[in-house]
């Protein structure tokens, strides 16, 4: 089998190799901020104290260890390490993997096939893992950013547990900068802020924080230490990882919905931040604005709808990045407004009701008699028009006259719906009457 495939563990002490890979743990203990897989009730934990494997699905952000715990795991189990991406692999990889993968199985030993990118494979390249997971000629572990739920096949995934990597946190991140600090015998030339910089930087990628120590350390000149400043310039500020046509587009636009949701205007502004940071489409996003004026504030704030509009057609004659400050303006107005989800409701079960009911014709006394016929048939016979009477309500039943009333409307006792409650329980006595 070429090189190319065959990836066992080797000694990453080169000095000449990237310092990520020569600081890559050589044990599970040298793993840092996975401790909800690794502890003593992790479910990596107990594979390696039992010494027996399954095909994983490491899902996690990048620089979280995935490619490390592979490589450490095909050690717990004696396994041949296979590497491969699925962006430069194909059919024709895969089988020369499988044959090789056969061969060793008959000479006594497992193969542990890590696969990075596994998203990527089509639904065909998929398949073709399954019998080879199944007789337990690999033991596969599929390494991706993507919600598997979404992009990997149901008969695929069935076979494989997934497990959840989560971003490195602050202490995960000076934990690995104190290790490569202690590594290349010397503490970064960084002021306490530009250090503290540089791992907010690394936004929880660990590969990146040591591939940016790596470039100060050889970069930095001077006995002075580099400020946030300098720092910067250096190494040029690092985007917040965001896809817009990927999960993280809708865990970011979910996230800012549900905090206007509860009334937390600096969370909603933070989430709008970053969604603005990462690229997003501001129109996309004032889009959103607009469904939840209607779905979460609805008459309860008339003037909701009205300031999400209002931030649309701002935003579209300045453009960025003047236009974004009517769509923070838009924001705040939404989280602070009162809340009533009771339009959103009245919809479904008025749908429900059309649904149900089928075809059933408006009473007679609400119809138009434009012809003679019509007119004798009896449309339009008893209409009251509101207007002529007192109080400029008639008190008439519009629904079908095979249905029974249906309150389908129940405002809120927040904001305006509380006045419009009012109305509607007076129109009600009225009725009754």
Do not use: C
């Not at 909800?36 to 699905?57: A, F, Q, Y």
Request: net charge negative.
């Amino acid at each position: 089998m070429s090189d190319l495939f065959s990836r066992q563990d080797v000694e990453t002490d080169d000095a000449a190799g990237p310092l990520a890979d020569r600081l890559r743990p050589k044990s599970f203990d040298e793993v840092v901020g996975q401790d909800h897989l690794l502890g003593d009730d992790g479910p990596l934990r107990r594979m390696i104290e039992t010494g027996k494997l399954s095909s994983l699905v490491f899902w996690g952000p990048p620089g979280t260890g995935k490619t490390t715990l592979a490589r450490l795991l095909a050690q717990v189990g004696d396994l041949a390490f296979v590497q491969i991406s699925a962006i430069f692999s194909g059919v024709a990889d895969l089988k020369q993997i499988f044959e090789a993968a056969k061969l060793r199985r008959t000479n006594g030993q497992g193969t542990l096939l890590f696969v990075d990118e596994i998203h990527r494979f089509n639904r065909a390249q998929q398949d073709s893992f399954l019998p080879h997971v199944e007789d337990g000629t690999i033991t596969l572990i599929g390494a991706t950013t993507e919600n598997p739920s979404f992009e990997l096949n149901g008969a695929l995934l069935s076979r494989m547990q997934v497990l959840v990597l989560r971003r490195l946190d602050e202490n995960a991140l000076a934990g690995l900068l104190e290790r490569a600090e202690s590594h290349l015998g010397a503490l970064l030339p960084l002021t306490d802020k530009a250090r503290e910089m540089l791992l907010a930087m690394a936004d929880g990628d660990g590969r990146y924080l040591l591939n940016a120590v790596e470039t100060v350390s050889s970069l930095a000149s001077g006995e002075e230490p580099l400020d946030e400043t300098a720092l910067a310039r250096l190494m040029q500020r690092r985007a917040p990882a965001y896809d817009k046509d990927r999960e993280e587009h809708y865990n970011l636009i979910s996230a800012l919905h549900k905090s206007l949701r509860g009334s937390d205007a600096d969370a909603a502004l933070y989430w709008l931040a970053r969604m603005l940071v990462g690229g997003e489409d501001p129109l996309y996003i004032v889009r959103r604005l607009i469904r939840f004026a209607s779905e979460d504030i609805g008459l309860a704030d008339p003037q909701a709808l009205v300031q999400a509009l209002a931030a649309r057609e701002t935003y579209e004659v300045l453009g960025s990045p003047e236009g974004e400050l009517a769509i923070v303006q838009a924001t705040l107005y939404l989280a602070t407004a009162p809340k009533s989800n009771a339009a959103y409701k009245a919809e479904k079960a008025a749908m429900a009701a059309a649904r149900g009911t089928g075809s059933l014709m408006p009473p007679s006394h609400i119809l138009n008699a434009p012809t003679s016929l019509m007119n004798e048939l009896g449309y339009g016979r008893d209409y009251v028009y509101d207007h002529d009477t007192d109080e400029g309500f008639s008190g008439q039943d519009y629904f079908p006259d095979e249905m029974q009333r249906r309150q389908f409307y129940r405002p809120a006792e927040r904001g305006f719906e509380r006045e419009i409650g009012k109305r509607l329980a007076w129109w009600a006595r009225k009725r009754k009457r």
